[in-house]
């Protein structure tokens, strides 16, 4: 079955640490973008990348970091500098412009 | 900065009701629109992409419409069932070009069917 796969389901991050959330898809998407949804809140982007090797920061870069070695993969690293990491986490992907966007089943990060 | 608004933010309805929920965007240079479900806990699906260029889309008991020019999109769902109860989001893509998929989206409404 073609799809996004997001994993682990959860995390517990402790204070100071880094953690990686991975996706992968294999739908053959060029695109592929990270999202952070709070409770109450629409979800806002954090990174996009549109080609290997390439990514761009969204409107809350800040405290993440990302890297596109392959088409299928975009890890997102949430890092110590992310002071208020808590969130569910959404990867996303589409196939190019004026396109459905699909997402995977989410992480819920939590920070203990 | 473009902004999206969805009411109401909640909506409790009998089974078999049809009902209607609105998004509102403040920049009307969309590139398209798109309506989404997600379950409590779980990833989006996408329901419905609305191209600029069209006004309405379909698919089974679901009609999303379109006016670019008031800023508007409506998602109207037919005989309302309990497998229905889920949030519902609205996202447009005002991009496009070589920046396509930055999805801006709204809070959502939280629909509840009740048998």
């Known amino acids: 079955d073609g799809g996004i796969t997001q994993s682990p389901k959860y995390l517990f991050r402790k204070e100071g640490q880094n953690v990686t959330l991975s996706c992968e898809q294999n739908l053959n998407h060029d695109a592929m973008y990270w999202y952070r949804q709070d409770p109450g809140q629409g979800l806002r982007l954090i990174y996009y990348s549109q080609i290997v090797n390439d990514f761009q920061k969204g409107d809350i870069a800040e405290g993440y970091s990302v890297s596109r070695e392959k088409k299928e993969s975009f890890p997102l690293t949430v890092t110590s500098a992310q002071k208020n990491p808590t969130a569910f986490y959404l990867c996303a992907s589409m196939t190019g412009g004026d396109t459905e966007a699909f997402f995977g089943q989410g992480t819920r990060l939590t920070v203990v | 900065k473009q902004e999206v608004t969805q009411i109401p933010a909640a909506l409790s309805v009998p089974e078999g009701e049809n009902l209607v929920l609105n998004c509102s965007f403040t920049?009307?240079?969309?590139?398209?629109l798109q309506w989404f479900r997600q379950d409590p806990g779980k990833g989006l699906t996408s329901l419905l992409l609305?191209?600029?260029?069209?006004r309405e889309q379909t698919s089974g008991r679901l009609n999303a419409s379109l006016d670019k020019s008031s800023g508007r999109s409506t998602l109207y769902i037919a005989a309302s069932q309990p497998g229905d109860s889920a949030t519902y989001l609205c996202?447009?893509?005002?991009?496009?070009?070589?920046?396509?998929?930055?999805?801006?989206f709204g809070q959502g409404t939280i629909l509840t069917v009740h048998p």
């Open positions: 920049d009307s240079a969309i590139y398209n």
């Open positions: 609305i191209q600029s260029s069209q």
């Open positions: 996202a447009v893509d005002d991009a496009g070009g070589t920046s396509y998929g930055k999805l801006t």
